[in-house]
């Protein structure tokens, strides 16, 4: 089992740039995350999906947007990069259980210059 | 206020000595709550989790839960280098229990 893989791992953009960033799990979890990690600041919650076909604002989503693709791939697309979101971005699955845990992927390292 | 609160550090503690990281919420909701370990530059891995009011041990860990409070502590004995890492609290929200909200992370270093 690949647990849960991103793609790509690191990507370098220009301001105004578009792109997304791929997630896959297989371990047949319902939830699954989008999160990213700035230096100091935690993981900061983007946006998730509870289950296949919906999808709900996290504490930081604007300037995103994702699609479950379906109950494996959930991808998290910029539209317009800016400079600002330059960070890393985790994605996580889990069942979402009263005590679950979340497995997060490597990770996706971005800069937008 | 921020939903989740932890104190940055870095936290340093000698080699052998017990490490205790803290941990407040703002929602009384919350049912469950996470301990994540994160070496530099790799993903958060799971070490606990605990959702009833008390204590919780597993080996050297201990997870302390007072939800009239609203705080979480874990608590490390006998500390090793290898433990040097940052810890983030998570907490499950009430209102979604697919929605899990961090904390900033304390970093903590173990000096031999």
């Known amino acids: 089992n690949a647990g849960v893989t991103q793609t790509p791992k690191f990507q370098v953009l220009k301001t105004g740039q578009s792109m997304t960033l791929q997630c896959a799990q297989d371990m047949n979890h319902n939830s699954m995350y989008w999160y990213r990690q700035d230096p100091g600041m935690g993981l900061r919650l983007i946006y998730y999906?509870?289950?296949?076909?919906?999808?709900d604002k996290g504490e930081v989503p604007n300037g995103y947007n994702v699609s479950r693709l379906n109950k494996r791939e959930f991808s998290l697309r910029l539209e317009s990069a800016a400079p600002s979101q330059t960070s890393v971005y985790f994605c996580?699955?889990?069942?979402?259980?009263?005590?679950?845990?979340?497995?997060f992927g490597p990770g996706t390292r971005l800069t937008v210059l | 206020q921020k939903e989740v609160e932890q104190n940055s550090g870095p936290l340093s503690v000698p080699e052998g000595a017990i490490a205790s990281l803290n941990c407040t919420y703002s929602?009384?909701?919350?049912?469950?709550f996470f301990w994540y370990r994160q070496y530099s530059g790799k993903s958060p891995e799971l070490i606990m989790f605990i959702y009833s009011n008390g204590d919780k041990e597993d080996g050297r860990f201990t997870a302390q839960l007072n939800k009239a409070s609203q705080y979480v502590s874990l608590l490390i004995r006998d500390s090793q280098p290898s433990d040097s890492a940052t810890y983030l609290c998570a907490v499950r929200a009430y209102s979604s229990a697919s929605k899990i909200i961090f904390g900033s992370g304390t970093r903590l270093s173990i000096r031999p």
């Open positions: 996580a699955s889990s069942e979402a259980r009263i005590t679950d845990t979340q497995y």
């Open positions: 999906s509870a289950s296949e076909g919906t999808t």
């Open positions: 929602d009384r909701g919350s049912q469950s």
